[in-house]
């Protein structure tokens, strides 16, 4: 069963944490693409008093330059929403062709490839991602997108070699070789499409982690530059004002939380939805 099939996404409107996620998911997303569009003002202006507590009109209130809260909250979305999906992308285009080839060739070749995934393992996420930042020049957003998409390779390799090696015994695959078809042509239409489920499941729950991952290192200023829309560096210029205005920090706090919570709840649901025990007990 894939994720495109009508009858998986009845089982995610089934499916309560599944479906849970997707709502707080779509509405973070697309709170963040239209509420900026729509309003009038801009997220950077300055055009009001500072230090607004919450009220009608600015339900997030302002924040120290004046700005309004909520269009900078939502306005932040964007670029934590898109350094993750980009970041995410990039990890799925290194590391499924690289476990794919490991797990395929098996031997030295799947020996090499995992020691160094196991290398990058070793080291704890976001200290690889300072570590890769500082390598690309420093604070940037393509800095950013880099370092974050390179720390989610291995997880993407790991994942595809394990759902090959159990792969590339099955019958389908084994009379594919007989009948003297490529290793390409094998990988391509005959595992590759078979590991979507697993595949897709990871890329959900990593997306969540990415936007994590970003938030952190633009709050250390290792990120998108001072003073942008941006989850990790609004809370990190709330600290200093966290007695007087604790909004400032509360609401790009939660959406960030609820952000990566929708998407692991989604991804958790995903899991059941497509794994093909479940379906059969369905």
């Known amino acids: 069963m894939t994720l495109f099939s009508v009858k998986s996404w009845r089982m995610i409107r089934r499916n309560r944490t599944a479906f849970v996620g997707l709502c707080i998911v779509l509405v973070l997303v697309l709170g963040s693409l239209l509420i900026p569009l729509l309003s009038s003002a801009s997220p950077g202006a300055q055009d009001f008093e500072r230090f607004l507590s919450p009220s009608f009109e600015h339900p997030f209130g302002t924040d120290s330059l004046g700005r309004d809260l909520m269009l900078r909250t939502f306005a932040g979305g964007r670029i934590s929403l898109f350094v993750a999906f980009v970041a995410v992308g990039f990890s799925l285009l290194i590391g499924v062709p690289m476990g794919l080839i490991a797990g395929y060739a098996g031997g030295k070749v799947d020996s090499t490839l995992m020691r160094l995934v196991d290398l990058m393992l070793s080291f704890p996420s976001i200290l690889l991602a300072i570590v890769l930042v500082t390598a690309f020049g420093g604070a940037s957003l393509q800095s950013l997108v880099l370092s974050v998409g390179i ?51 990871l890329t959900t729950l990593r997306v969540g982690t990415a936007i994590l991952e970003a938030a952190g290192l633009s709050f250390l200023g290792l990120g998108v530059e001072v003073g942008t829309a941006e989850w990790g560096v609004m809370i990190k210029d709330a600290r200093e004002f966290m007695s007087q205005s604790p909004w400032l920090a509360v609401f790009p706090g939660l959406a960030l939380s609820l952000t990566v919570l929708g998407f692991n709840l989604f991804g958790d649901g995903l899991r059941d939805v497509l794994d093909p025990k479940q379906v059969r007990n369905r």
Do not use: D, K, W
């Open 151 to 201: 720390v989610g390779i291995p997880q993407f390799a790991r994942q595809t070699r394990g759902e090959v090696l159990s792969l590339r015994e099955q019958e389908y695959v084994i009379s594919a070789r007989a009948l003297g078809f490529g290793h390409i042509r094998i990988l391509l239409r005959h595992v590759l499409p078979n590991a979507v489920g697993p595949l897709t499941v």
